[in-house]
C-alpha cells in the first residue's frame, strides 16, 4: 500500500521561506516520480513541481519558477523549498507520485496533504 505523509507546513509571514518534506512508502516501481500540487481556497488544483527518480528531470509551474525548488531526500522522499513566498502561495500542499515522468501531470497517488498559509 502505498502512503505519501506530507510535513513542514505552517503560517509564516510574506518574504519568509518554508521547506515541505513528503515521505513516500510502498513504492515498489523503481521508475516513479515525485511531486507537489497545491489547492488554494476557491481554486482549481494547480501544479507545482515534478522530479524524476534520478533527478534528471525537474519542472516547476509558471507560478513558482525561480521561486520554489524541488529535490530528492532519499530513494523514496521529496522536499520542496519555498522562497519569497506571498499570499497567492496560501494553498493545501500536497504530495505526489506517479509511475513514469509523462504523467507527472497527472500522478497516481497523493497524499492528504499539509496547509501553509502566507498572511502578514
Known amino acids: 500500500q502505498v502512503e505519501l505523509v506530507e510535513s513542514g507546513g505552517g503560517m509564516v509571514r510574506p518574504g519568509d521561506s518554508v521547506r515541505l518534506s513528503c515521505a513516500a512508502s510502498?513504492?515498489?516501481?523503481?521508475?516513479?516520480?515525485m511531486g507537489w500540487f497545491r489547492q488554494a481556497p476557491g481554486k482549481e488544483r494547480e501544479f507545482v513541481a515534478a522530479i524524476s527518480l534520478n533527478g534528471e528531470n525537474i519542472h516547476y509551474g509558471d507560478s513558482v519558477n525561480g521561486r520554489f525548488t524541488i529535490s530528492r531526500d532519499s530513494a523514496k522522499g521529496t522536499s520542496l523549498q519555498m522562497d519569497r513566498l506571498n499570499s497567492e502561495d496560501t494553498a493545501i500542499y500536497y504530495c505526489?507520485?506517479?509511475?513514469?515522468?509523462?504523467?507527472?501531470?497527472?500522478?497516481?497517488?497523493w497524499g492528504r496533504g499539509t496547509q501553509v498559509t502566507v498572511s502578514s
Open positions: 510502498g513504492l515498489a516501481f523503481p521508475g516513479y516520480v
Open positions: 505526489t507520485s506517479a509511475w513514469r515522468w509523462t504523467d507527472y501531470d497527472t500522478p497516481t497517488y
